[in-house]
């Protein structure tokens, strides 16, 4: 399975950004996809995720009611992260990820397929 995640940029306090994560390969095997951002100097971290029937969505404390996961077609996946009212603290880079497992979990370990990241800054 291959992800590419794409959309990252610049953008001020306050303003939005859209991420997308295009999945391709044996997508069948694969049924949540993750989204994760790493800080420089910090560790990776979770940001939501989706179920591949698009039912249930998981969101961090730190973006819930900000960032919105969603879906679109099952035949060629591409799913996106809507990003609103951006903070500072917002900055990553932003991977999106593919696990076997059913539910969606918070976990890197828990992730099988990684795209390559997208890089988000937002300026104060």
């Known amino acids: 399975v291959q992800l590419q995640a794409s959309g990252g940029g610049l953008v001020q306090a306050e303003g939005s950004l859209r991420l997308s994560c295009a999945v391709s390969g044996r997508t069948f095997s694969r049924q949540t996809i993750g989204w994760f951002r790493q800080a420089p100097g910090k560790e990776r971290e979770f940001v939501g995720g989706i179920t591949r029937s698009g039912s249930t969505t998981i969101y961090a404390h730190s973006v819930k009611g900000r960032f919105t996961i969603s879906s679109d077609s099952a035949d060629d996946p591409l799913y996106h992260l809507q990003m609103n009212n951006l903070k500072p603290e917002d900055t990553a880079v932003y991977y999106c990820?593919?696990?076997?497992?059913?539910?969606?979990?918070?976990?890197?370990?828990?992730?099988?397929?990684w795209g390559q990241g997208t890089q988000v800054t937002v300026s104060s």
């Open positions: 990820a593919a696990s076997f497992l059913a539910t969606v979990h918070a976990g890197t370990g828990q992730y099988d397929d």
